[in-house]
């Protein structure tokens, strides 16, 4: 049974401040191997949320997940939502969800940030090439049992929000501005993440992202030739979904891409 841990981050925007992506890219960059050493210390605990007999190592989980808020300067609560009943009768304390609220005004907008911090199970026998609860570096990869789905995750939405705080960034208007009034007098928050996000992906959707796509495997002729059989119609296909034009033109390319569970 997968139990979801849930760390929750609510953030305020307050005054307006320009977005200095500079600074921040330098403040990240140099404490990067703290962001690591937080990662590996993660991946160590074994928290298996399908293994009963880890429960022990969930319950761990969730209080370094809250004390790395504290730290953080949330205001964290711990939330008790009762017990699991076992087959054989017995019952265990379900893992805590964890909340982290961060500035206190009701009258501001704020974020919601959602999480998980257990795992499913690994073993070497599973297919591992390293042991998956020890973060191992291979070729600037990182490799663990919740380096990707979803110990890391979490942390980067936590070390970003620490970023910003640090660097007093966290800010926005003190009110709604309509752009025929405020348009082309402030610096928008919307406005900066837009420019961020245009750097990502280009309008025909290649992803921009420096050295990404030669981190990724070309395909082999064999995989080439196996494409070329998929029963998948892109006509078909774009009548079911409602859409007049997908973001690829060949079947090769263009089968959804599903998110492995």
Known sequence: MNLPALPCVLLLITTVHAFQYTELAKYIDSHQEEYVEALRDWVAIESDSSNVLKRP???????????????????????????????????????????????????????????HADVQPAKLED????????????????????????KAPVLAWMHAVGAYRALGMVKGPKQDLHSGVYGGTVIEPMTDLIGILDTLISPGGKILVPGIREAVAPLSDEEWRMYQDIQFDLDNYKDKIGVSQLMYA????????????
Not at 65 to 74: D, F, I, T, Y
Not at 256 to 261: F, L
């Open 250 to 261: 060949n079947k090769v390319r263009a089968p959804p891409r599903k998110r492995a569970e």
């Open 57 to 115: 190592e969930l319950h761990r989980m969730m209080e370094v997940v809250a004390e790395k808020l504290r730290l953080m300067g949330g205001a964290v609560e711990l939330v008790d939502i009762g017990e699991q009943q076992l087959p054989n009768g017995q019952k265990l304390a379900l893992p805590k969800v964890v909340t982290a609220v961060f500035g206190s005004d009701p009258a501001k907008h704020t974020v919601c940030v959602y999480g």
């Open 127 to 150: 297919g591992w090439a390293t042991d998956p609860y020890n973060l191992t570096d291979i070729n600037g990869n990182l490799y663990g049992r919740g380096a990707s789905d979803n």
